[in-house]
T-cell receptor
Framework: GAGVSQSPRYKVTKRGQDVALRCDPI?????LYWYRQALGQGPEFLTY????????KSGLPNDRFSAERPEGSISTLTIQRTEQRDSAMYRC????????????FGSGTQLSVL | AQSVTQLDSHVSVSEGTPVLLRCNYS??????LFWYVQHPNKGLQLLLK??????LVKGINGFEAEFKKSETSFHLTKPSAHMSDAAEYFC???????????FGQGTELSVKP
C-alpha cells in the first residue's frame, strides 16, 4: 500500500473488554513495530517483528498485551481485559529491512478505555 | 542502556530566526541517533539520522544535526525557521543489535509570525 494503515482510527471501549488493533504495513516491509504514545510523551516501544517472528516483546507492559504477525504482513495488537491506564495512541511502524532505521509510521489508533 | 534526553519540552522562535532543539544521549558505545518530526494529526517522519559516517548530518527541510561525542549531544538546528516547521520533534537512539528505537520525550516547536 501507499503507507502504513492502522484500524480503527479511534476505539472507545469499556473497562474489562478486549480490543484488537490492526496494522497493515507497507507492502514488502520486513520489520513491523508497535509503539504506544501517551499525550505529551514520546512513543514508547512495545514490540517488533521481522517477517512473522517476534524479535523483541520487552516493551509489552504485562501479559494482557500480545501481538502477532502470522504471515509476515498484517499485525494485530491485542489488549485483554482493558484498563483505563491502557488509554493512549497506539502507533504501528514498518521498515523495509531489519537493518533499516527509517521507520514509516501509521496515523495510529486512539484507544480510550472508559 | 541507551537513552536520550531532550532538554526543552517547548521552544518558541520567530519566523526567519534560527532553531536549536537540544538532545543529549547516553550510550556505552557509538550510538545510532535520529531525529523524527510529528506534525499535528500526522504520523512520525524521519528527519535525519547519524550512523557514524559523518558528524554533521543534513536532513530534510533544511534541518541538520551535529554529533558531538565529547558533549554526548546531538542537537538539531535550522538556520531560518518557517511557519511549517511548527511540530513536535523527537530525538531517538537505536539499541544495540539493531532492534528498537528509543524516543525522547519530545520538544514542541512553535514558530511565531
Amino acid at each position: 500500500g501507499a503507507g502504513v494503515s492502522q484500524s480503527p482510527r479511534y476505539k472507545v471501549t469499556k473497562r474489562g473488554q478486549d480490543v484488537a488493533l490492526r496494522c497493515d504495513p507497507i507492502s514488502g516491509h520486513v520489520s513491523l513495530y508497535w509503539y504506544r504514545q501517551a499525550l505529551g510523551q514520546g512513543p514508547e516501544f512495545l514490540t517488533y517483528f521481522n517477517y512473522e517472528a517476534q524479535q523483541d516483546k520487552s516493551g509489552l507492559p504485562n501479559d494482557r498485551f500480545s501481538a502477532e504477525r502470522p504471515e509476515g504482513s498484517i499485525s494485530t495488537l491485542t489488549i485483554q481485559r482493558t484498563e483505563q491506564r491502557d488509554s493512549a495512541m497506539y502507533r504501528c511502524a514498518s521498515s523495509l529491512a531489519a537493518t533499516n532505521e527509517k521507520l514509516f509510521f501509521g496515523s495510529g489508533t486512539q484507544l480510550s478505555v472508559l | 542502556a541507551q537513552s536520550v534526553t531532550q532538554l526543552d519540552s517547548h521552544v518558541s522562535v520567530s519566523e526567519g530566526t534560527p532553531v536549536l532543539l537540544r538532545c543529549n544521549y547516553s550510550s556505552s558505545y557509538s550510538p545510532s541517533l535520529f531525529w523524527y518530526v510529528q506534525h499535528p494529526n500526522k504520523g512520525l517522519q524521519l528527519l535525519l539520522k547519524y550512523t557514524s559516517a559523518a558528524t554533521l548530518v543534513k536532513g530534510i527541510n533544511g534541518f541538520e544535526a551535529e554529533f558531538k561525542k565529547s558533549e554526548t549531544s546531538f542537537h538539531l538546528t535550522k538556520p531560518s525557521a518557517h511557519m511549517s516547521d511548527a511540530a513536535e520533534y523527537f530525538c531517538v537512539v537505536r539499541t544495540l543489535g539493531r532492534g528498537k528505537l528509543i524516543f525522547g520525550q519530545g520538544t514542541e516547536l512553535s514558530v511565531k509570525p
